[in-house]
């Protein structure tokens, strides 16, 4: 049978692979650690649940409008003015099947055949994947240890050509956990303005921040940034929404009705009582945010201090997410092979880093419980000494 080029000449996701796998042999019996899943472990909030319920008791059950529910996108103007200092209003926004559908409808929106997208590395797995679906062209930019794996201005410019379309964003990163601070933004602005181009800023991390690590939209620096940022965000990491499927993207109207014509030709609206639950979430009691992140916290510190005790492994300690990005090189394998390895021997699931363009690195997922962390690391210390 013959396929689309548009998907042959995609890869699956390495991540959810990798999740699938670890699942499937817990369910055979096996004692599996995971750090595989980039999903917080907690229930979503208790009132965001009952928020869902009581849409659903009052028939909230129908078709709604394709750019999302009226109330939320008001809930959601107001949390990016007051909260993320960015001026958008409702019809600056469309409501979408997760932050991943977001920008996967945007670049369906905007990308034209051969249109180049700068994309940082290490990058999340599906940037990559979605411009390829939208026929563009992703341009690679490697970044190293020693930049804190950010983007600097110099490679931004080199990498910008008459065909560059839209620059990716990601902050706080995954997977290297590293947030750009204001400053950087500010010169990486200067050099979107000057070109006239678009960033898409994904900030679905930003509530997720450690030692006084700050988020800053790169739209807030000035207004001539702003009409050229997009913003993509949603509710799983933070509300510990993943299943529920809400996220969003703010932007011109121009882009947004642009995305709205594809969204009304292929899922419609999200889920109309789901909506109510992310309503909730951003009207409700956000003491759920600062528990989950002190967890998150504890978490971080222990496989921090565990990773450092072993050897032949180096990272830059995360400042927001909740990702660990190991360089493996002084091991001598490649990041497939030391993952399959460590999930053969060890029963510990990791993601190789050729996933994110790195294939000198894993990435560590401590989106779960202390217990798991714990016996984690001692047999992930336990394969390296073995190697």
Not at 176 to 201: C, F, H, N, R
Request: glycine fraction near 6%.
């Amino acid at each position: 049978m013959k396929f689309a080029s548009r998907v042959t000449n995609v890869v699956p996701s390495l991540t959810l692979a990798v999740d699938a796998k670890a699942k499937a042999m817990k369910k055979e019996g096996i004692d599996i650690c995971s750090f595989s899943a980039g999903e917080p472990d907690f229930d979503t909030p208790t009132h965001i649940k009952e928020a869902a319920k009581k849409a659903l008791d009052e028939g909230k059950t129908k078709y709604g409008p394709a750019s999302g529910e009226p109330a939320l996108k008001e809930a959601l103007a107001k949390k990016l003015q007051e909260e993320d200092h960015l001026n958008f209003k409702p019809e600056n926004i469309i409501v979408t099947n997760g932050g991943k559908h977001s920008l996967f409808n945007l670049m369906l929106a905007l990308i034209e055949v051969d249109d180049e997208v700068i994309i940082p590395a290490p990058y999340w797995v599906s940037y990559p994947e979605m411009v390829t679906l939208a026929h563009g062209k992703s341009v690679i930019v490697p970044t190293t240890v020693e930049q804190h794996y950010k983007i600097t201005p110099e490679q931004l410019r080199q990498a910008i050509t008459p065909k560059t379309r839209i620059f990716v964003l990601n902050s706080p990163s995954n997977p290297t956990g590293m947030v750009y601070t204001p400053e950087e933004l500010q010169e990486l602005a200067k050099i979107i303005v000057e070109k006239d181009i678009w960033v898409v800023s994904d900030e679905i991390y930003q509530k997720i921040l450690y030692d006084g690590a700050v988020h800053r939209s790169i739209g807030t620096l000035n207004t001539e940034i702003f009409e050229r940022t997009i913003v993509s965000n949603g509710f799983a990491k933070s509300y510990a929404m993943t299943g529920w499927r809400v996220g969003y993207i703010a932007a011109t109207e121009p882009v947004i009705k642009a995305m709205t014509t594809v969204q009304s030709h292929s899922t419609s609206n999200v889920c109309t009582f789901a909506q109510y639950g992310a309503i909730a979430a951003l009207q409700g009691p956000q003491d759920c945010l600062a528990e989950m992140l002190h967890a998150f916290t504890e978490r971080r510190q222990y496989i921090v201090e565990r990773a450092k005790a072993i050897p032949n492994l180096s990272f830059l300690t995360p400042n927001g997410a909740f990702y660990l990005f190991l360089d493996i090189s002084q091991t001598g394998l490649k990041s497939i092979d030391f993952c399959q390895k460590l999930l053969e021997q060890q029963k510990v699931a990791a993601v190789p880093g050729i996933a994110f363009g790195a294939d000198d690195c894993i990435r560590l997922s401590y989106a779960t419980d202390l217990t798991t962390i714990e016996k984690g690391m001692d047999r992930l210390d336990k394969f390296i000494h073995l190697l």
